[in-house]
């Protein structure tokens, strides 16, 4: 494109040199006097008319090349047939210009600088695969371009905290791709690029490879004809990529006291599920790791919350409880893997996927010696205690607003 015109115009300045060159040593080397005669002079006169002529096609060969360096190639019309273009994450407008010349959208890449430059949206243009027509005007290009009709892919936003079971039947609804696939494509989180190190655990519990916690909340654009097994892929990369920029991994194992990383994704899953407010993530966090590794929790180790539980109702396709419609049989069931009321420590997965919000917050908690919290209003307000006084300050208020019944507001 800049580089290919800048090397024409080269060619062009030496080609005419040449002619120009030519044309002055033959002037010079002819011989002054009479003595030439009438052949001599014809022959002469024959060579200057071509010379003269090739001059004149140099100079308009010349004068078409520079007027495409220092003008703006650009087609007139709004083009047709059919082209697809890629727009990368990052692509910058010269990216975004090349691109739309490779493929036969656009005469150069300037034409669509220049109409960018004159169009405060050209900002807009987002990752993505459009269809667009092959020669087309570049302003009309940037205007399918910013036209979200013109995109070729399925926009899926997935919400903070959702399961991954949910997350599949948002996918399917989208894609048409059966839910099963999601299922089985997600049975090996390994091959879907979850490092097997991130499953490694320092509470001495073992290990469980679950792919919940990596399926990060986003707005996936996902390419027509797509697999089950390269939209996980897309939504594992991305948690890969979000963690890594907040150097998640870096900060839990350097400030979190031993503690996993896979253990403080867990922590972050379970903010997410507990908190509405993202200011609430850190400050939940700090309670979970209290009770846990801090032992400030008198009672046990365990969190007691119910969040686990309706995570594993949900899994096999019951439906969440409000806390105060929990039976004591499901709340102590052992054989539940998500106990956390009779069970130390963290559960054995994460039990949601968790967003950045949460993520910040269970790798970067503020200090407390807090070992409860409880949302006190349907708001979701939350609030905290350090010990039985406080915590029961917060159940007194949670009963008149409602959020509290039985025989815990006697």
Known sequence: MIDELDLGFEEQRTEKGRHRRGYVLRRKSGKGGK???????????????????????????????????????????????????????????????????????????????????????????????????????????????????????????????????????QLAKATKIPVDDFKKAARDP????????????????????????????????????????????????????????????????????????????????????????PKDMGPVSRVIYNRVYAGKYSVCHCLKIDSALNYWLRLQGKDPKDSNDLKLSEINDLKNPYNTHNVDGLPITPISNPGEAALKGAMDPPESNNIFFATTDNKGTMEYAADDAGFRKIQDKMCRNGVLSGENCK
């Open 35 to 169: 003595g030439g005669g009438r052949g001599k002079t014809a022959v002469a006169l024959l060579m200057t008319l071509v010379l003269l002529g090739g001059l004149v096609g140099g100079v308009w060969y010349g004068f078409g090349r520079i007027q495409g360096l220092f003008g703006t190639p650009d087609y007139s019309g709004p083009g047709s047939g059919e082209a697809i273009v890629q727009v990368k994450d990052g692509d910058t407008i010269t990216d975004v210009g090349n691109s739309l010349y490779e493929a036969g959208v656009i005469k150069s890449a300037k034409a669509y600088v220049k109409a960018a430059d004159a169009n405060s949206l050209a900002k807009n243009v987002g990752e993505g695969t459009y269809r667009l027509r092959k020669q087309m005007r570049a302003a009309d290009a940037l205007t399918l371009l910013l036209d979200p009709k013109s995109r070729v892919v399925n926009g899926v936003t997935i919400p903070e905290g959702s399961i991954s079971l949910a997350i599949y039947d």
């Open 190 to 277: 390994v091959a879907l690029g979850v490092p097997d190190w991130w499953f490694k655990r320092t509470d001495k519990k073992k290990s469980t490879k679950s792919i919940e916690g990596f399926l990060y909340p986003a707005t996936y654009e996902i390419p027509k004809n797509a697999t089950a097994e390269q939209i996980l892929r897309m939504m594992v990369a991305q948690f890969m990529k979000v963690t890594q920029d907040l150097k998640f991994v870096d900060t839990v194992q350097q400030s979190r006291g031993g503690i996993s990383p896979y253990e403080a994704l867990i922590t972050a899953s379970i903010a997410q599920a507990e908190a509405v407010d």
